[in-house]
């Protein structure tokens, strides 16, 4: 009864498009890559890791991160709809966290403006993150369009040089902005 991470860095396999449909029911559009686009992160970007999240060699859910020299992100977070409800997204953050103890984890999640976000927010609030910037602007996946105001969440504490840097990184990074 173990939780692990495996990295897919091969788009033909059957375990992608599994996770992309996932991916897809997930997360809203203007949350999301451009298809074409991920598919080439996926299989060059070093830095990101598009994981399965494997629970008795099934796959259960997506963990999409990037792992910077200071902290790591956590851009994309699901667990499948049928298997949601079972503490598998608590084994997978538990399992997250000891095996990368030492490293700051940061992420973002939308403000509790419904019951899902509010639960959201409790649930990485219960593995010791907190809010780091409430007024935090998510860049687009796009060039058009707005970008999206969420929450930027942290496991450690953060100076305000250090948030200021790890939205930098994020943005030139991961979301691939000129500024």
Known sequence: MMIDLKKINNTSLLEFKKLYELYEQAFPEVERRNYDILLELVEKENLMNFSAIM???????????????????????????????TNLGSKTIEYFLDKHKGKNIVGEI??????????????????????????YIQPTYSKYGNGIP??????????????????????KEVYKCEE
């Open 55 to 85: 629970f008795n060699q099934e796959i259960v859910g997506l963990l999409v991160f990037w792992n910077f020299e200071d902290f790591i992100f956590v851009e994309h977070f699901a667990i499948f709809e049928n298997m949601r409800n």
């Open 150 to 171: 969420l929450l930027l969440l942290a496991k450690e504490k953060m100076t305000k040089k250090e948030i200021e840097n790890c939205k930098k990184i994020i943005r």
């Open 110 to 135: 939308e403000h509790p403006t419904n019951e899902i976000n509010i639960r959201r927010k409790k649930f990485y609030q219960k593995y010791g993150f907190e809010v780091v910037d409430e007024n």
